[in-house]
């Protein structure tokens, strides 16, 4: 099935119709029944509350999220959204009172109330650091209900505007996720009259767009001066339970490693043979690969990797497939990108993909998917409220899954690709690697910090390392190499677009909010292409037309400062990989399988701390980036 089936949320919109307007009338009863003897609540009566509490905020995320995935698979169908999301907002309304009055408890009744929690403690804790950022009960129901003519709106106006966008390309009108892949092509001319394209059909929306975004900003900066944020990003950290100083050490570790970018990029312009590398040659291909990724072969491979990887992983994956969570290709008025939904308790997540049957989408498959394994899990182990992971730690699957995929590809070359031997001489390397990495082991302890850097620099990179010294052998081919490095390549650029871009969507959002007025087009272009330079030093050139890419970007809309959360998770999952690989911690699959069932039932460094890490140390970042130096080492080597 290739297509979502969305029965198990609601049958049909006459049943969503009438669970949204029974919704009401609960959360009604709920508020007449609690609001005014709150504070009398005995400790019984609260925890039934909260129980109640509970189960009506998951029924309103049922509906939002039938609706959010109807409008996603048909962005014409803004009425309908808006329809909806007004029934909701009105439910939630009532619903406001709840935290704002436990947060009226004295400091000793609500830690009393936490401890004796065991299972929504660590939820009620953070309700409780919220107090300081907490408006009044009737500001928080007006903000709720103008939610959908403010920024909501806005985001709605986005997604409409950028799923109608159609690209001009060799005598077609392409969508926005077809006219993207043109730029992987190995032909050069047509990837330059792609991002010729892209930018041409941006440029009539450019002023719309650019008013979006200041929008986004006033009113982000608006809800900072009410709930007393000192910055435009604070809101973010503190959902993220992460700090400013947190993120600035991974801004600076990313920063200062700007050298590997450069490095891989001086050798891909050699290897190309090009006197200077453009914006539209960062994902040339190396050498012109005939590989068409149909969607049944990424879901074979998929199934495969999760499979060995972990059966409960495999299980997951093959519910995806057969039981409609995956909408797979583009369409009309079909929503750009990829993400995953994460549904609720009483149903399983959703996966929207826009599959042109290229090699990268055989990772986004990965990517959404591993989202959904650990969205499942959370789900099927703590409930609604602990499922919602912080950001710092939501991408941590979703990059791992990539990683189990490439190593797969890597280790199968030879059954993909029709080439020469290359599993067998792959597994040789791993296991002489596990063996040197057990006699270097002193116990069945949880390795440092210092320890896995050891190991772990050779581990996610070990496979590749041990990888690559075998192709260098005799019995492989010029043309076994030629590929394998192409495979490497790709798979560097993931990393890069996953870290380095990411870091600089960030420092681009930092100087765009940083502004106290509204920007013109202009201003946002120049600081876009300062912020995206920084990571080429001229090596890779970005040309005019590049300026105005920042404005297909969603998450600088909908979730702003969103970004930094996949370099964080890069750089945790190059760590967690790189101990999985090194065969240190015996238990590994169980302890990923715990942690990722934990959702956000617990503080991430907690629960990152499961595996030796010490997330708060700057020297953490470290781990990671030496990770990604050895795979750069690798491909320059040759």
């Known amino acids: 099935m290739n297509v979502w089936d969305l029965t198990p949320l609601f049958k049909n919109e006459k049943e969503l119709e009438k669970s949204a307007l029974s919704l009401q009338s609960e959360c009604e009863k709920f508020e007449a029944k609690y609001s005014d003897k709150f504070l009398n609540l005995s400790d019984e009566e609260f925890f039934a509350a909260l129980n109640e509490y509970e189960n009506l905020l998951e029924n309103i995320a049922r509906v939002q999220i039938y609706v959010s995935l109807v409008f996603s698979k048909d962005t014409s169908k803004g009425a309908f959204y808006a329809k909806f999301d007004e029934l909701s907002s009105k439910a939630q309304n009532h619903l406001l009172f709840f935290e704002l009055k436990f947060n009226e408890f004295d400091e000793a009744r609500q830690n009393k109330i936490i401890a004796k929690s065991a299972k929504l403690g660590y939820y009620l804790a953070n309700i409780a650091k919220e107090k300081a950022h907490q408006l009044s009960l009737k500001e ?163 199934l495969e990797t999760f499979s060995k990887f972990s059966p409960k992983f495999g299980e997951i994956a093959a519910r995806a497939f057969k039981e409609g969570w995956i909408d797979v290709y583009p369409a009309e008025n079909k929503r750009g990108g990829a993400f995953s939904q994460s549904g609720v308790a009483k149903a399983h997540p959703y ?18 998917l591993g989202h959904a394994t650990h969205q499942n899990l959370a789900y099927e182990s703590v409930g609604f409220l602990n499922a919602d992971t912080p950001l710092t730690t939501a991408e941590t699957a979703s990059v791992f899954c990539e990683m189990l995929v490439f190593d797969y590809m890597r280790e199968n070359f030879s059954n993909l690709n029709g080439l020469l031997n290359f599993k067998s001489a792959a597994s040789d390397g791993s296991q002489n690697f596990k063996r040197d990495v057990s006699q270097e082991a002193q116990s069945g302890e949880i390795p440092n910090e210092r320890a896995v850097k050891n190991a772990a620099s050779q581990g996610s990179a070990g496979s590749c390392e041990y990888a690559a010294r075998d192709t260098d052998t005799p019995s492989q081919t010029a043309s076994d190499k030629t590929a394998l490095r192409a495979m490497l390549a790709a798979k560097i650029e993931d990393i890069f677009a996953t870290l380095y871009r990411q870091i600089g969507f960030t420092t681009f959002e930092r100087r765009v909010h940083a502004s106290a007025d509204e920007l013109s087009t202009g201003q946002i272009d120049e600081l876009w292409m300062e912020e995206s330079r920084k990571m080429f030093a001229g090596e890779l050139i970005l040309q005019d037309h590049y300026k105005s890419w920042w404005s297909y970007i969603p998450h600088f809309v909908h979730t702003p400062f969103y970004c930094y959360s996949y370099a964080y998770a890069q750089l945790l999952v190059l760590a967690l990989y790189g101990l999985y690989k090194s065969g240190r911690l015996e238990n590994f699959v169980q302890i990923y399988t715990e942690f990722l069932s934990s959702g956000g039932s617990d503080a991430p460094q907690k629960l990152v701390a499961k595996f030796g890490f010490d997330i708060n140390k700057s020297e953490f970042w470290r781990i990671g980036i030496e990770q990604v130096a050895a795979l750069v080492d690798e491909f320059v080597r040759g």
């Open 351 to 368: 996966v929207l993909l826009n599959h042109t049957d290229e090699r990268r989408d055989l990772f986004t498959l990965a990517h959404e």
């Open 140 to 302: 928080e129901q007006i903000l709720l209900r103008t939610a959908n003519t403010g920024a909501e709106g806005f985001s709605r106006l986005f997604d409409e505007t950028l799923s109608a966008l159609k690209f001009k390309f060799k005598g077609e009108m392409l969508g926005e996720e077809e006219i993207l892949s043109k730029l992987h092509s190995p032909d050069r001319a047509e990837r330059k009259a792609a991002a010729k394209s892209l930018s041409g059909g941006l440029a009539p929306q450019q002023h719309l767009l650019s008013y979006i975004y200041n929008m986004i900003k006033t009113s982000l900066k608006t809800s900072c001066e009410l709930r007393k944020f000192d910055l435009p990003e604070s809101p973010r950290h503190f959902s993220n339970q992460t700090t400013k100083a947190s993120v600035d050490a991974l801004i600076k570790a990313a920063e200062t490693s700007f050298d590997l970018p450069i490095k891989f990029y001086e050798k891909k312009r050699k290897i190309l043979g090009f006197k200077k590398l453009y914006d539209y040659d960062r994902y040339a291909p190396l050498g012109e690969s005939k590989s068409v990724y149909k969607f049944e072969e990424c879901k074979k491979i998929v």
